[in-house]
């Protein structure tokens, strides 16, 4: 099983939809979690860390659960801005410090 | 406005070359990372530093691949000999540990004929 897993899609929804993402991690002792977003061709930008409880911002929310080792991504009301790659990120290794990226999974909002 | 800058934005080089790439990582910052990034493999974590020493560089190919940081300012990643299959992107971040948020450069884009 790699480290850390995602659809790589792409997820392609119109406007105004609610989509949801899952990252699968394999190490059951990572404490937290993060969402970052990739437009094409430019660097990942954090969207939004996840700890214990989730994290809510705005139309974006993630969740964790931990027993089935996976975040979670929801986006309600899709913007075409919202356009991307989401990269989900898992701190591994012994020291938490190997931020570990999954491949991303490709949203296409459309009109 | 503080930024990771990276050198060269694009470099297209024949196999067998050498090719160095740099990084100026945030003032302050006490991680830094390389990472590749291809269609197939996404992006993978080549090595990581943290106050200047190396972490982790498991994610490299030690035969051709090296990763420095002679000082706090800069962070170089160097191949040598350079292969077709090199190419890619290379993205240096840099953070502060423990937060989980990286700030990233534009990336060199690296393509070896």
């Known amino acids: 099983r790699k480290e850390v897993e995602q659809d790589p899609g792409p997820f392609n929804v119109p406007e105004g939809a609610t989509v949801a993402f899952n990252c699968t991690y394999s190490?059951?002792?990572?404490?937290?979690f993060f969402w970052y977003r990739q437009d094409c061709r430019k660097e990942p930008k954090l969207l939004m860390s996840?700890?214990?409880s989730g994290n809510e911002d705005g139309r974006f929310t993630a969740q964790l659960n931990r027993a089935s080792q996976y975040i979670s991504l929801l986006i309600r009301d899709s913007k075409l801005s919202d356009s991307a790659t989401y990269l989900c990120?898992?701190?591994?290794?012994?020291?938490?410090?190997?931020?570990?990226f999954g491949t991303g999974t490709r949203l296409q909002v459309t009109l | 406005d503080a930024r990771v800058t990276q050198t060269p934005r694009h470099k297209v080089t024949e196999m067998g070359q050498e090719v160095t790439m740099r990084c100026q990582p945030i003032?302050?910052?006490?991680?830094v990372f390389w990472y590749r990034q291809t269609m197939m493999q996404g992006l993978e974590l080549l090595a990581y530093?943290?106050?200047?020493?190396?972490?982790?560089d498991s994610g490299m190919p030690k035969d051709r691949f090296s990763a420095e940081m002679p000082d706090a300012t800069l962070a170089t990643l160097k191949i040598q000999p350079s292969e077709p299959r090199d190419s890619a992107v290379y993205f240096c971040?840099?953070?502060?540990?423990?937060?989980?948020?990286?700030?990233f450069g534009e990336g060199s884009r690296l393509t070896v004929l």
């Open positions: 971040a840099s953070g502060l540990r423990g937060t989980g948020e990286l700030f």
């Open positions: 190490n059951s002792a990572s404490q937290s």
């Open positions: 996840v700890y214990s």
């Open positions: 990120v898992v701190p591994l290794g012994g020291t938490a410090s190997k931020l570990t």
């Open positions: 003032l302050g910052h006490n991680t």
């Open positions: 530093f943290r106050n200047r020493a190396p972490l982790d």
